[in-house]
């Protein structure tokens, strides 16, 4: 009775065996069950089982003026409500457990995706947060030719560079310490990742040539100049990008 898992281009993972540390993502449940749960980390009864719901959602560490940790929980303050809430995942699965005391609400999310939803749970708690924007991307088809112009060392930060490469015909960029990543052509010069929600566009200098990139990820845009190749064997400096 086990969901499958995918990942965010919607093919099917296998699952992760967790035998030692089954508590960090091993732990199976249904979603009843866990909205049985969610009421009663909502609503403590007062039994030793609420004493200890109670105790585990009480704050232990403030992290800064928005966030604090109890057990195992992380309270956030979201649209003027604190929110008790967890969320994480494993290979082909993400999922999001939250309460949100002043307004009387719980929400479970179990997704067999590895897309991030956690903004579903948190508008489910405060409505006036609103829900990301879903962009559909249409892959088209890019000549070799051009392709190969954007093969490259691109550093963003002293210590993080995004190596893009072309093997067998496809684009592949390597953030630093970590592994390769197909792009996938969006237009010339824009393309976009389908393993994390993250979109590169090229950039050229006065003469046409490509000359560096910029990576929109989270909200975020980080820019980075393109090294030079190394003249003595044609192959680019190794480097590593999406932290």
């Known amino acids: 009775?086990?969901?499958?898992?995918?990942?965010?281009?919607?093919?099917?993972?296998?699952?992760?065996?967790?035998?030692?540390?089954?508590?960090?993502?091993?732990?199976?449940?249904?979603?009843?069950?866990?909205?049985r749960f969610a009421t009663a980390v909502l609503g403590p009864p007062n039994t030793p089982l609420g004493r200890a719901i109670r105790m585990s959602v009480a704050p232990r560490f403030r992290v800064n003026e928005a966030l604090s940790l109890g057990l195992n929980w992380h309270r956030v303050i979201l649209g003027g409500d604190t929110v008790i809430f967890h969320n994480g995942g494993t290979a082909g699965f993400r999922t999001y457990i939250g309460v949100n005391p002043r307004r009387g609400?719980?929400?479970?999310?179990?997704?067999?995706?590895?897309?991030?939803?956690?903004?579903?749970?948190?508008?489910?708690?405060?409505?006036?947060?609103?829900?990301?924007?879903?962009?559909?991307?249409?892959?088209?088809?890019?000549?070799?030719?051009?392709?190969?112009?954007?093969?490259?060392?691109?550093?963003?930060?002293?210590?993080?560079?995004?190596?893009v490469t072309l093997e067998d015909g496809l684009l592949q960029v390597q953030p630093t310490g970590q592994p390769k990543f197909p792009l996938f052509g969006e237009a010339r010069d824009r393309f976009f990742l389908k393993a994390v929600d993250a979109q590169i566009e090229f950039r050229r200098d006065s003469t046409g040539d490509v000359a560096g990139l910029t990576l929109f990820q989270n909200g975020n845009r980080m820019q980075g100049a393109r090294a030079a190749q190394a003249a003595d064997t044609g192959l680019l400096r190794v480097g590593r990008l999406l932290a």
Request: charged content about 15%; aromatic content about 4%; overall charge negative.
């Open 1 to 35: 009775r086990m969901s499958e898992g995918h990942d965010p281009s919607g093919r099917v993972v296998p699952l992760w065996d967790l035998p030692t540390l089954a508590g960090a993502g091993a732990l199976r449940s249904s979603l009843d069950d866990m909205m």
């Open 105 to 163: 609400t719980a929400v479970v999310l179990l997704g067999n995706s590895a897309q991030d939803n956690d903004d579903i749970g948190r508008h489910a708690l405060v409505p006036t947060l609103p829900l990301a924007a879903v962009v559909t991307r249409v892959e088209v088809s890019l000549p070799i030719g051009t392709l190969a112009q954007y093969v490259g060392e691109y550093r963003l930060l002293p210590q993080f560079a995004l190596v």
